[in-house]
């Protein structure tokens, strides 16, 4: 498994966050407002403001992506936020997540990152579940997502 840094707008970047946004929009089927689609902007996934990875498995496939990109200061310290991650559902259980996680964290520290912030929402118990174990500890809201019922931070500069 490798992490490639891929620009966000790149075919196969295009496609693995296509299938991420369809699956959000299922999972928000029985939400009144539904999910609320944000394709992200490439700039913003740029280094050194950010980057954007594409997991590529051991057949050389893409299974994943994730991004993580420069946002406010959280508690006035340099902030980057993980965004978009996804594993194809028939890759989970792999490690592939926390791989993708650790790899991001990686990035943004070099990037200069203080903290790392990230909102998720209340149907990916999953992925909730993956934050906390990674270190990551629930926060008052730090943006306006729509999207977003929790967020979390970590801090990862000392």
């Not at 959000?24 to 996934?45: C, I, Q, V, W």
């Amino acid at each position: 498994m490798q992490l490639v840094t891929t620009p966000v707008d790149d075919e196969v970047a295009q496609k693995l966050l296509d299938d991420y946004f369809t699956s959000r929009e299922l999972g928000f089927a029985t939400h009144a407002e539904g999910y609320r689609r944000s394709n992200p902007d490439p700039a913003a996934f740029t280094p050194p403001e950010g980057l954007f990875v594409i997991v590529r498995n051991d057949r050389d496939e893409p299974v994943g992506c994730g991004g993580v990109r420069r946002v406010a200061d959280y508690l006035h310290e340099p902030t980057f936020e993980i965004k978009h991650l996804w594993v194809e559902p028939d890759q989970r259980g792999r490690g592939i997540s926390r791989t993708l996680m650790a790899g991001l964290e990686k990035a943004a520290i070099e990037y200069g990152a203080h903290w790392l912030v990230l909102d998720t929402n209340e149907t990916l118990t999953a992925a909730q579940q993956l934050y906390r174990s990674s270190g990551f500890v629930e926060i008052d809201a730090y943006n306006d997502n729509p999207n977003a019922t929790h967020w979390y931070a970590k801090r990862v500069h000392h």
